[in-house]
Every structure is written in structure tokens, then in C-alpha cells.
T-cell receptor, first 109, second 114 residues
Framework: QKEVEQNSGPLSVPEGAIASLNCTYS??????FFWYRQYSGKSPELIMFIYSNGDKEDGRFTAQLNKASQYVSLLIRDSQPSDSATYLC?????????FGSGTKLNVKP | DTAVSQTPKYLVTQMGNDKSIKCEQN?????MYWYKQDSKKFLKIMFS???????INETVPNRFSPKSPDKAHLNLHINSLELGDSAVYFC?????????????FGNGTRLTVT
């Protein structure tokens, strides 16, 4: 079983819609949870992180964490074509970062 | 003023050769990593060093040898390259332990073994 699971997509949403990206993890001892965005041919860049149950908002992005269900999600409001990328979920367990295989998001104008 | 820089950006070489990738960070971070990203975009941790000491060594062939001369540098040497080593290798750093310690990635080195 993979440590971090994501739906590979592609997830297609129209411009202006809400994109919802999901991630599950297997290790209950995991401490921190990160969302990275990776454009084709580029390196992953940090969007935001969360470590407490509940929601955390940063601009158009909201991360949601449910440790009981071992579930992390990322909501992108007012999606823009420039948001089209692969979104990687990462889970930190004592400085060992495990990544999901990413969800490809396409935002259509 | 690049935060995490790695060289070279592209590396094309033949099977059996030995090659090195260099990484430097100027963020003052204590921990550095090497990750391998395959063609399916899966990022897999290879090694991690904290203040020049090896702390994570995943199941990686011993043809791969990391070296950290100081906490700002982490190099990766690969012996006897194989076709399956073709991938993008990312160096990353983080402040260290604690919850607010995300990874900061370099721009990657695309290794192609022919």
C-alpha cells in the first residue's frame, strides 16, 4: 500500500469554478501535510501546509485536514487557467516526506 | 540569489558511466534531501542529511552515494549508470524538525541514460 494516494486525474474544471483535490495517507503518525504545485518541466512549489484538523485558508486556496479519516484536501476557488498543473500531496512523518503521485488539474477557459 | 541550486540541469550519458550532481542551498537550512521523480511524476525520497549526517537512506542501490561536505551542500554520485536511472533528480532542503518545515526544491536535474 502506498503511503500517500491521490487520484491521478486529469480533473477538468471550467474557469471560475471550485477545484477539489483529495489525498489519503496510511500512517496515522504523520504530523504535517503539504500541497505542492508542479508545472510541466518545473520543480514542485509549495502552496500551503496544514497540521491541525480543520480548514486553513490562504487566498483562493483552502486546505482541509481530517486526521481521523486520514484525509487531506485542497480547494481552489475561482480557478484560473494558470492553475492548470499537477498538484502533489505530501505527508511529513519526522522529516520523512512522502509524496502522492499527483493529480493533474486542467482549468478550461 | 537562487535558494536551492543544482547542477547540471541536464545530463545525458551512456550506461556504465559514473556521474555526479551537485546541490547547494543558501537558505541556512539544516536538512537536505535527494528525491527521484520518475516518468509518472512520482517523487520518491532517496536520502536525507541533517547537518552533514545521513539520517534517511531509503532502499536505494549502493551505486548511489550521497556526500555532504557541509550543511549547505549535498552532492549525489552515481556509479555504473543503468537505463532505469533515467529520471529527474531533485535536491531539496528544509529548516529541520518541526511542523513548519516544508521542503524547498531545486530546479531538478534531468538524467538520461542511453
Amino acid at each position: 500500500q502506498k503511503e500517500v494516494e491521490q487520484n491521478s486525474g486529469p480533473l477538468s474544471v471550467p474557469e471560475g469554478a471550485i477545484a477539489s483535490l483529495n489525498c489519503t495517507y496510511s500512517d496515522r503518525g504523520s504530523q504535517s501535510f503539504f500541497w505542492y504545485r508542479q508545472y510541466s518541466g518545473k520543480s514542485p512549489e509549495l502552496i500551503m501546509f496544514i497540521y491541525s484538523n480543520g480548514d486553513k485558508e490562504d487566498g483562493r486556496f483552502t486546505a482541509q485536514l481530517n486526521k481521523a479519516s486520514q484525509y487531506v484536501s485542497l480547494l481552489i476557488r475561482d480557478s484560473q487557467p494558470s492553475d492548470s498543473a499537477t498538484y502533489l500531496c505530501a505527508v511529513d512523518n519526522f522529516n520523512k516526506f512522502y509524496f502522492g503521485s499527483g493529480t493533474k488539474l486542467n482549468v478550461k477557459p | 540569489d537562487t535558494a536551492v541550486s543544482q547542477t547540471p540541469k541536464y545530463l545525458v550519458t551512456q550506461m556504465g558511466n559514473d556521474k555526479s550532481i551537485k546541490c547547494e542551498q543558501n537558505l541556512g537550512h539544516d536538512t537536505m534531501y535527494w528525491y527521484k521523480q520518475d516518468s509518472k511524476k512520482f517523487l520518491k525520497i532517496m536520502f536525507s542529511y541533517n547537518n552533514k549526517e545521513l539520517i534517511i537512506n531509503e532502499t536505494v542501490p549502493n551505486r548511489f552515494s550521497p556526500k555532504s561536505p557541509d550543511k549547505a551542500h549535498l552532492n549525489l554520485h552515481i556509479n555504473s549508470l543503468e537505463l532505469g536511472d533515467s529520471a529527474v533528480y531533485f535536491c531539496a532542503s528544509s529548516p529541520g524538525t518541526g511542523r513548519n518545515s516544508p521542503l524547498h526544491f531545486g530546479n531538478g536535474t534531468r538524467l538520461t541514460v542511453t
